[in-house]
C-alpha cells in the first residue's frame, strides 16, 4: 500500500502512511539522525564523540535534560538513582510466578508495567519536580528487574547490587555475582557494555518510542508508557533483531556453515526469510552505531582471546551482502543489532536477554522522548483512516444467517 490521501466524509484531507514512512510525529530536540549520510547526534554531539569520552549514565543526563551534567549535577543524579534502587519485595511475587521458559521480555514489561502498582504517585505527574522523581526512580529500578529477570533464569539468588559502583558496573555485578557473593570485575567487558548502552540509547521516532510516545500522550504514568515500548521493542523487525541475528548464525552453524545458501534463501522473493541484522528503515548507507560497534565486537573477543566460529559466520555473510548486487540495490548494511549480540555472547549473557539488554540501553531515550512530549504537551496520538469494510447493512438475527 502506498502513501496516498483521501477524503473525509466532511471534506478534509487525510494522508493514509502504511508503516508512517513520510510521517513526522512530533517535533523533537533530542536526536538528530541523517540515514543518508550515516550521521547520528544526541541533543547535537556525535555517537561517535559520545561512544569515545562519555559514560552511559552521562548521556542518559545528556538526553533526559537536554545537557551534558556537570560533576555536581552527575554526582546528584547518580545518588538520587541509587536512592531508588530498592523493589518493593513483592515484585519478587511476580517473577515467581511466571514459567522459567517464559521470555525475559515478557517477564520485563509485565514487571515495569507492576511497578506503577507499587508506586502509583507515578501515574498523575505534570510537574517537572514529579516527573524527575518517576525517571530516577526508573532508572535506579529498571537494573535490578534486568537482574532479577536473568538470574530467576539461571535458577541464582536475587539480590540487590553495590552502590559503591558505577551505574554499568554495578548492572553487571547484579547479573553475574555468584551465590557467594563472589564477583570477578572485569573492566574490559564494563567498557564494552557502557558503549554498548550508549549506542542504543535513542534513535528518534521508532517503533518502540513511538508507542511510549503514543501511550504516554494519554497520561498513562511513565512506567506503563515504558512497559508498552518493550513490548514493541520485543518483535524481531525491531529491538528482537539481536536475538534473531544470533538464532540466525546458529542455524547457519548447524546447518553446514554455508553462508551462500542462506543469501540465496534472503534473496528468493517466495521465502519469507530475511537476512537477520541487515537493512534500516532509516540508514540506507551505513549505520554509524554499527560501524563502532563492529570495532567493538572485534576488540572484546580479541582482548577476552574468544576464538567463535559464529563470528567468522557472521563475517563471510558481511562479506558476501556487501558485494552483492540484491543487497547493494536495495541499501542493506548491517545494522547495530548485527553485531551487538556477538559481542553479548562474548560477555556470557544468553540469547534470550540480548533485546532486555537493548531495552536497558534505550530506557533513557524513551525516557527522554515520554518527558519532551509532556513538556511540550502535545495532544493525545490518534491517528484517522481509510475504512475499507462494507457499506450500511440491516441486522440478520442468528437463525437466518
Ligand atoms: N534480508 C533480505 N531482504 C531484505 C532485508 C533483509 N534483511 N531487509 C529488506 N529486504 C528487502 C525487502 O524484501 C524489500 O525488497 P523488494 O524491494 O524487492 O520488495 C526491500 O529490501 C525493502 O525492504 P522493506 O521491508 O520495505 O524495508 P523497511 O524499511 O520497511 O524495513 C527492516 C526495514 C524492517 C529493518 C528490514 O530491513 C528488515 O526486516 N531487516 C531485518 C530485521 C532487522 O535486522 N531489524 C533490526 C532493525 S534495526 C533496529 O531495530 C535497532
Not at 99 to 113: N, W, Y
Not at 214 to 240: E, K, M, Q, T
Request: aromatic fraction near 10%; glycine fraction near 8%; charge should be neutral.
Amino acid at each position: 500500500i502506498d502513501f496516498k490521501t483521501f477524503r473525509t466524509d466532511t471534506g478534509g484531507v487525510i494522508t493514509l502512511d502504511p508503516g508512517f514512512k513520510n510521517t513526522g510525529s512530533c517535533e523533537s530536540a533530542i536526536t538528530f539522525l541523517d540515514g543518508e549520510k550515516g550521521i547520528l547526534r544526541y541533543r547535537g554531539y556525535s555517537i561517535e564523540e559520545l561512544a569515545e569520552k562519555a559514560d552511559f549514565l552521562e548521556v542518559a543526563y545528556l538526553l533526559i535534560f537536554g545537557e551534558l551534567p556537570t560533576k555536581e549535577q552527575n554526582d546528584k543524579f547518580h545518588d538520587d538513582i541509587k536512592a531508588e534502587s530498592i523493589v518493593d519485595e513483592d515484585v519478587k511475587k511476580i517473577l515467581d510466578a511466571f514459567p522459567k521458559s517464559a521470555h525475559p521480555m515478557g517477564v520485563i514489561s509485565s514487571l515495569t508495567s507492576a511497578l506503577t502498582a507499587f508506586n502509583p504517585s507515578s501515574v498523575n505527574v505534570e510537574s517537572e519536580e514529579d516527573m524527575y522523581k518517576s525517571v530516577v526512580r526508573l532508572l535506579g529500578k529498571f537494573p535490578v528487574l534486568v537482574a532479577w529477570t536473568f538470574r530467576k533464569k539461571e535458577g541464582l539468588p536475587l539480590d540487590y547490587g553495590d552502590n559503591s559502583l558505577g551505574y554499568v558496573e554495578n548492572i553487571l555485578k547484579m547479573m553475574f555475582r555468584k551465590p557467594n557473593g563472589d564477583y570477578n570485575q572485569n573492566k574490559i567487558l564494563v567498557d564494552a557494555l557502557d558503549k554498548l548502552l550508549i549506542l542504543h540509547a535513542d534513535h528518534e521516532q521508532n517503533c518502540s518510542t513511538s508507542t511510549v510516545r503514543i501511550v504516554g500522550s494519554s497520561h498513562a504514568g511513565l512506567f506503563a508508557s515504558i512497559s508498552a515500548g518493550i513490548s514493541a521493542l520485543w518483535g524481531p523487525l525491531h529491538g528482537g533483531a539481536n536475538q534473531a541475528v544470533l538464532e540466525m548464525l546458529e542455524a547457519i552453524k548447524v546447518d553446514g556453515g554455508d553462508t551462500k545458501k542462506y543469501m540465496a534463501k534472503a534473496k528468493d522473493k517466495q521465502d519469507p526469510f530475511r537476512l537477520m541484522g541487515f537493512g534500516h528503515r532509516v540508514y540506507k548507507n551505513f549505520d554509524p552505531r554499527a560501524k563502532i560497534i563492529k570495532v567493538a565486537a572485534d576488540e572484546v573477543l580479541g582482548d577476552l582471546g574468544i576464538k567463535d566460529p559464529i563470528l567468522d559466520i557472521a563475517k563471510g555473510l558481511e562479506k558476501e551482502a556487501l558485494e552483492d548486487q540484491y543487497f547493494v540495490d536495495r541499501k542493506l548494511y548491517p545494522n547495530v543489532d548485527f553485531y551487538s549480540g556477538i559481542i553479548y555472547r562474548g560477555m556470557g549473557i544468553p540469547t534470550d536477554m540480548f533485546t532486555v539488554m537493548f531495552a536497558l540501553g534505550r530506557l533513557p531515550g524513551w525516557i527522554a522522548q515520554w518527558r519532551e512530549m509532556r513538556l511540550r504537551k502535545e495532544p493525545i496520538g490518534r491517528p484517522r483512516q481509510l475504512y475499507i469494510g462494507a457499506t450500511e447493512r440491516s441486522f440478520v438475527p442468528i437463525e437466518k444467517r
